[in-house]
């Protein structure tokens, strides 16, 4: 009876079916296609959404395009391939997209038994609540028999039931399948409180009907270290774009932007060198070109410049590089060195 | 002419030239065919998601879930397991369904009438609703009534106050819920000792009818016992129902049992929505009905509505419920549209969230048709079933 049930649903699922068989070699696939393609959100601000053009921009749009550049030389040959939560993992494992940068958060399961590999993490976030300011609530140890509005199918979900658990409060959930979705259900007072990464919060509020009427919680209940993923078991294609976050990083620390990249081809700063391919053989041994992280910076920028331009202080998010900082600032962005 | 030709067929044909040889030749290569396509698609899927190192099998269906579910039917916290979220999200879908397909029966047989009322008015309304509702997009029309119409409610704090006992808003509706202490097991006996004699007496009524002719109104008198029984028993034995009657706390109605918006919205597109259906399956029913066959049951005497309910209906009922049938399975597939405002069937609960949360995909798909398809198929043979018991026997 198993059997014949687990035929029927992948006959008419046809899901991983008729993938092919070969899966390494992502790296010369995006190659020979001339095109990355990305698995992004369909539409959250600072992260990736379209703007007023058509133009996908957002930190985890950049982080696309920073791949693109590394591989293909152009940051903009990229097929941007808009994922809802529910969708995301399996586009990437049965193959529609190469990889996946759709501010998801890096967990054990997803890391182990979803055949994924996480490359490393382009936004550091924590869970908050966002709440009406007339309920006149300040701390989320106060919210004991609310109705929480929350998007399907995230950790989101675990770590608020989590959180009520522990606190020994109740809390009733309404589940909707997109952000927007859910913001839309606080907005009209179906619930008190929206949870989410407080970084979406922040992009979320700017879009309410009266932003001012809002405000987030101080607690952060979670760890939310947003990443690219790739497919498990091609670890070429792995190495190429933990790398290229990696370096831009890198880039940061050694003051490389994409204002003086080339006058930083002529420094005598070891550490430089190897980013910008004037020593070592850092591209050759990813199986790119040496100067690959030249074309990144000129093209996306270093870290830094990719956080200012999309969710720093002067962007409508105003978020502060917090925990986000370099290492050498008091944050936590600690890139292996480029050597 | 003919016999200058010989037989038609020879006593012996070779095994390819023989039709029956070659029929059965052909079913085995086609079925071998399809097994082999299915084998295929298994095995190639087994060896794809172990190449990607995705773990497989049913064993996620013991994993604790960790989740919250705004409404469930059965007792459900996110301590339990994926197993119970599959049959929360289940119970969920199947009791919006069955509601829907009530109600929508209900509307569906009312408009259908009313579409054939020689009132010009009736008809006209119930055109004018058919017309409308039919041709809207059922994913509109669940958004119209769910953020325009239940999304339009006061808020929780200005929730309109019935009594001080029953609360509406954009929240849902809240009721007190009732709570049974010692002594009220006999008020459910006394509905099951009203439900039994009720039986007992419209069975002995028809017998009396088809000797005697004399009719007895066994309707009016059950209905008297099933309303009039429990409610001595609940005298008798002191009132033992209480009220957990719902209290305003910090954000919300606590106690009491509420009915959430996403429900009512959900419930209230679908059986709209496929009410316009069912009143144009009943109105052809009813028109494919010979007129002679009414004129021939008033001639004898017997009043409208009788003729309607003892003439006509039965009549129509053979040609109206093999469409109902599909209607009623419609209904229950369009119910998957939940996800889209939040009610937490089947598909939002199990095919959502579950599968995001374990990656499960294909155990989970697989699962979830193969519960659609059961439905489905228990639906279609209930229904055969009545549909002979009221096809034309011909004697």
Same mark, same amino acid.
């Given at each position: 009876?198993?059997?014949?049930?687990?035929?029927?649903?992948?006959?008419?699922?046809?899901?991983?079916?008729?993938?092919?068989?070969?899966?390494?070699?992502?790296?010369?696939?995006?190659?020979?296609?001339?095109?990355?393609?990305?698995?992004?959100?369909?539409?959250?601000?600072?992260?990736?959404?379209?703007?007023?053009?058509?133009?996908?921009?957002?930190?985890?749009?950049?982080?696309?395009?920073?791949?693109?550049?590394?591989?293909?030389?152009?940051?903009?040959?990229? *097929?941007?391939?808009?994922?809802?939560?529910? /969708?995301?993992?399996?586009?990437?494992?049965?193959? /529609?997209?190469?990889?996946?940068?759709?501010?998801?958060?890096?967990?054990?399961?997803?890391?182990? #038994?979803?055949?994924?590999?996480?490359?490393?993490?382009?936004?550091?976030?924590?869970?908050?609540?966002?709440?009406?300011?007339?309920?006149?609530?300040?701390?989320?140890? #106060?919210?004991?028999?609310?109705?929480?509005?929350?998007?399907?199918?995230?950790?989101? *979900?675990?770590?608020?039931?989590?959180?009520?658990?522990?606190?020994?409060?109740?809390?009733?959930?309404?589940?909707?399948?997109?952000?927007?979705?859910?913001?839309?259900?606080?907005?009209?007072?179906?619930?008190?409180?929206?949870?989410?990464?407080?970084?979406?919060?922040?992009?979320?509020?700017?879009?309410? #009907?009266?932003?001012? #009427?809002?405000?987030?919680?101080?607690?952060?209940?979670?760890?939310?270290?947003?990443?690219?993923?790739?497919?498990?078991?091609?670890?070429?294609?792995?190495?190429?774009?933990?790398?290229?976050?990696?370096?831009?990083?890198?880039? *940061? *620390?050694?003051?490389?932007?994409?204002?003086?990249?080339?006058?930083?081809?002529?420094?005598?700063?070891?550490?430089?060198?190897?980013?910008?391919?004037?020593?070592?053989?850092?591209?050759?041994?990813?199986?790119?070109?040496?100067?690959?992280?030249?074309?990144?910076?000129?093209?996306?920028?270093?870290?830094?410049?990719?956080?200012?331009?999309?969710?720093?202080?002067?962007?409508?998010?105003?978020?502060?590089?917090?925990?986000?900082?370099?290492?050498? /600032?008091?944050?936590?962005?600690?890139?292996?060195?480029?050597? | 002419?003919?016999?200058?030709?010989?037989?038609?067929?020879?006593?012996?044909?070779?095994?390819?030239?023989?039709?029956?040889?070659?029929?059965?030749?052909?079913?085995?290569?086609?079925?071998?065919?399809?097994?082999?396509?299915?084998?295929?698609?298994?095995?190639?899927?087994? @060896?794809?998601?172990?190449?990607?190192?995705?773990?497989?099998?049913?064993?996620?269906?013991?994993?604790?879930?960790? !989740?919250?579910?705004?409404?469930?039917?059965?007792?459900?916290?996110?301590?339990?397991?994926?197993?119970?979220?599959?049959?929360?999200?289940?119970?969920?879908?199947?009791? &919006?369904?069955?509601?829907?397909?009530?109600?929508?029966?209900?509307?569906?047989?009312?408009?259908?009438?009313?579409?054939?009322?020689? @009132?010009?008015?009736?008809?006209? &309304?119930?055109?004018?609703?058919?017309?409308?509702?039919?041709?809207?997009?059922?994913?509109?029309?669940?958004?119209?009534?769910?953020?325009?119409?239940?999304?339009?409610?006061?808020?929780?704090?200005?929730?309109?106050?019935?009594?001080?006992?029953? !609360?509406?808003?954009?929240?849902?509706?809240?009721?007190?819920?009732?709570?049974?202490?010692?002594?009220?097991?006999?008020?459910?006996?006394?509905?099951?000792?009203?439900?039994?004699?009720?039986?007992?007496?419209?069975?002995?009524?028809?017998?009396?009818?088809?000797?005697?002719?004399?009719?007895?109104?066994?309707?009016?008198?059950?209905?008297?016992?099933?309303?009039?029984?429990?409610?001595?028993?609940?005298? &008798?034995?002191?009132?033992?129902?209480?009220?957990?009657?719902?209290?305003?706390?910090?954000?919300?109605?606590?106690?009491?049992?509420?009915?959430?918006?996403?429900?009512?919205?959900?419930?209230?597109?679908?059986?709209?929505?496929?009410?316009?259906?069912?009143?144009?399956?009943?109105?052809?029913?009813?028109?494919?009905?010979?007129?002679?066959?009414?004129?021939?049951?008033?001639?004898?005497?017997?009043?409208?509505?009788? &003729?309607?309910?003892?003439?006509?209906?039965?009549?129509?009922?053979?040609?109206?419920?093999?469409?109902?049938?599909?209607?009623?399975?419609?209904?229950?597939?369009?119910?998957?549209?939940?996800?889209?405002?939040?009610?937490?069937?089947?598909?939002?609960? !199990?095919?959502?969230?579950?599968?995001?949360?374990?990656?499960?995909?294909?155990?989970?798909?697989?699962?979830?048709?193969?519960?659609?398809?059961?439905?489905?198929?228990?639906?279609?043979?209930?229904? @055969?079933?009545? @549909?002979?018991?009221?096809?034309?026997?011909?004697?």
């Amino acid at each position: 009876m198993k059997k014949t049930i687990i035929t029927m649903g992948l006959a008419a699922s046809g899901l991983l079916a008729f993938a092919g068989t070969t899966q390494a070699a992502t790296l010369q696939d995006v190659k020979d296609d001339g095109e990355l393609r990305c698995g992004v959100s369909n539409g959250l601000p600072g992260f990736s959404q379209p703007d007023n053009d058509g133009n996908w921009a957002g930190i985890d749009v950049d982080t696309c395009r920073a791949v693109a550049a590394a591989v293909l030389g152009d940051a903009d040959a990229v *097929e941007f391939i808009p994922l809802t939560a529910a /969708e995301r993992f399996t586009a990437l494992q049965s193959g /529609e997209i190469d990889v996946l940068t759709r501010n998801t958060t890096w967990t054990t399961t997803r890391d182990t #038994s979803l055949g994924l590999n996480f490359t490393g993490t382009n936004y550091y976030d924590g869970q908050g609540f966002l709440i009406k300011k007339d309920l006149g609530v300040d701390s989320a140890y #106060s919210l004991d028999g609310a109705a929480i509005c929350i998007q399907a199918g995230t950790t989101t *979900e675990l770590n608020l039931a989590d959180f009520f658990r522990a606190n020994d409060m109740e809390y009733e959930a309404v589940v909707f399948d997109t952000s927007e979705a859910s913001a839309q259900g606080f907005d009209n007072n179906r619930c008190d409180v929206l949870t989410s990464d407080t970084s979406q919060l922040a992009a979320l509020k700017t879009q309410l #009907s009266d932003p001012d #009427s809002a405000e987030i919680l101080p607690e952060v209940i979670s760890k939310e270290p947003l990443g690219p993923v790739v497919r498990q078991g091609d670890d070429e294609w792995f190495n190429v774009v933990k790398w290229v976050l990696f370096g831009q990083i890198n880039a *940061e *620390e050694y003051g490389v932007t994409s204002e003086n990249v080339d006058d930083m081809m002529d420094s005598d700063n070891p550490s430089v060198q190897r980013i910008v391919g004037t020593s070592g053989n850092m591209g050759e041994i990813l199986g790119l070109d040496d100067d690959f992280m030249v074309d990144v910076i000129s093209q996306v920028g270093n870290y830094g410049e990719m956080f200012e331009r999309n969710v720093g202080p002067d962007t409508p998010l105003g978020l502060q590089r917090g925990t986000n900082a370099l290492w050498t /600032e008091g944050g936590v962005l600690y890139a292996p060195p480029f050597r | 002419m003919s016999s200058d030709r010989g037989p038609l067929r020879p006593d012996n044909p070779k095994p390819w030239n023989d039709p029956r040889v070659r029929s059965v030749v052909f079913q085995i290569l086609a079925v071998s065919a399809v097994a082999w396509v299915g084998y295929s698609l298994f095995q190639n899927t087994i @060896n794809n998601l172990a190449s990607r190192g995705i773990s497989t099998g049913f064993g996620f269906l013991d994993a604790t879930a960790g !989740f919250g579910i705004i409404m469930s039917l059965i007792e459900y916290d996110e301590t339990m397991t994926y197993g119970r979220t599959f049959l929360v999200g289940l119970s969920n879908t199947l009791l &919006v369904s069955g509601l829907g397909i009530l109600f929508a029966t209900i509307v569906g047989f009312i408009v259908g009438i009313a579409r054939l009322s020689t @009132n010009w008015l009736v008809a006209k &309304v119930a055109l004018a609703y058919i017309e409308i509702f039919r041709n809207v997009p059922l994913l509109l029309q669940i958004f119209f009534w769910y953020f325009a119409v239940l999304g339009s409610l006061p808020g929780v704090r200005n929730a309109v106050n019935v009594g001080d006992v029953a !609360f509406l808003s954009n929240r849902g509706i809240v009721i007190p819920k009732p709570v049974f202490e010692a002594g009220a097991g006999w008020i459910g006996i006394a509905v099951l000792l009203a439900l039994a004699a009720s039986i007992a007496l419209v069975t002995w009524a028809r017998r009396r009818q088809a000797a005697t002719g004399q009719i007895f109104p066994a309707f009016p008198v059950s209905l008297a016992m099933i309303a009039g029984l429990p409610t001595l028993a609940y005298f &008798v034995m002191g009132q033992p129902v209480g009220w957990d009657v719902p209290t305003f706390g910090t954000f919300s109605f606590s106690g009491g049992v509420t009915a959430i918006p996403e429900l009512g919205a959900l419930l209230m597109a679908l059986t709209i929505y496929t009410a316009t259906f069912i009143a144009e399956i009943v109105r052809s029913g009813i028109v494919s009905v010979s007129s002679g066959q009414t004129e021939a049951a008033l001639a004898l005497g017997l009043p409208p509505r009788r &003729v309607l309910r003892l003439v006509v209906i039965p009549q129509a009922l053979r040609v109206i419920i093999p469409p109902l049938t599909s209607q009623y399975l419609n209904l229950t597939k369009n119910s998957s549209l939940a996800v889209a405002i939040g009610y937490p069937d089947l598909v939002n609960v !199990f095919m959502g969230t579950s599968l995001n949360q374990t990656g499960q995909a294909v155990e989970i798909v697989a699962m979830t048709m193969s519960v659609y398809l059961a439905i489905s198929l228990s639906i279609s043979l209930l229904m @055969n079933f009545y @549909n002979r018991a009221v096809a034309l026997k011909e004697r």
